[in-house]
């Protein structure tokens, strides 16, 4: 129901709740870092100047070409995963949710074209971690929970894309930083449809890596 909706907070109350984010974002965006007052804002900028300022592996390449294709794919889940992913979530009326899902998995299948083989290792460049895997992981990670749970999202068709998040998962980068899948579930309870109970739509086993038991279980 509309009691357990999360508003987004207007500018000016962000202001007056939390200045000093708003001081490091002016816009209100998440995520947002103030680096001893050098702020930077917007996910795809913040995660270039970590990757320049900070010291530890790259997620870029320095071949010219592989660190065009990272940035290409990264831009490509900006513009065709993550925005579909959302008009599926907020979308009520099935015409509208079939034309969401239909453009999610086109871009989901796009990116899973770009991808190295899996012979060459687990990740968007075969054995290297990039730019790209950090960008598409959370939002696999809320498609295989989230989705699965309200949308019948069906994980199973991207084995590519499965066998990478498995690797993803394994990264102590990702598990000390990963939104418990359960408590995601919980938090967009709203977007269940009124007539369907939880027990039926969703059974929380097979959450890790969005694998789906042999049986269908989804």
């Given amino acids: 129901g509309d009691e357990h909706r999360r508003w987004l907070l207007p500018l000016e109350e962000l202001q007056r709740r939390y200045p000093e984010f708003v001081a ?5 965006q998440i995520p947002a870092l ?14 270039e100047y970590i990757h320049e300022v900070f010291i530890g592996p790259p997620i870029l390449p320095t071949a010219p070409y592989e660190r065009a294709k990272v940035r290409l794919w990264s831009k490509h889940v900006d513009l065709y995963i993550a925005p579909n992913y959302d008009r599926l979530l907020a979308a009520h009326d099935p015409e509208t949710r079939a034309l ?12 899973e074209a770009a991808m190295a ?14 730019l790209a ?12 929970s989230i989705l699965r749970a309200y ?16 690797a993803v998962e ?4 990702f598990s000390k930083t990963a939104v418990d899948c359960e ?18 739509m969703f059974r929380r086993s097979g959450l890790k890596s969005g694998r789906t038991r042999a049986n269908g279980d989804s």
């Fill in 34 to 47: 103030d680096n001893a007052g050098e702020n930077v804002y917007d996910a795809s900028i913040l995660l």
């Fill in 24 to 28: 490091c974002s002016p816009r209100g």
């Fill in 133 to 144: 895997d950090v960008v598409l992981a959370p939002w696999w990670q809320r498609m295989c």
């Fill in 117 to 130: 083989p899996l012979a060459e290792g687990p990740f968007f460049l075969g054995d290297d971690f990039s």
């Fill in 183 to 200: 408590k995601l579930i919980e938090e967009h309870s709203y977007c269940a449809d009124p007539d369907v109970k939880e027990g039926t």
């Fill in 170 to 173: 394994a990264r102590p980068s």
């Fill in 100 to 111: 969401a899902r239909e453009d999610l998995l086109r871009g989901l299948r796009d990116f």
């Fill in 151 to 166: 949308r019948k999202f069906d994980p199973s068709s991207f084995s590519r894309l499965q066998a990478w998040f498995e």
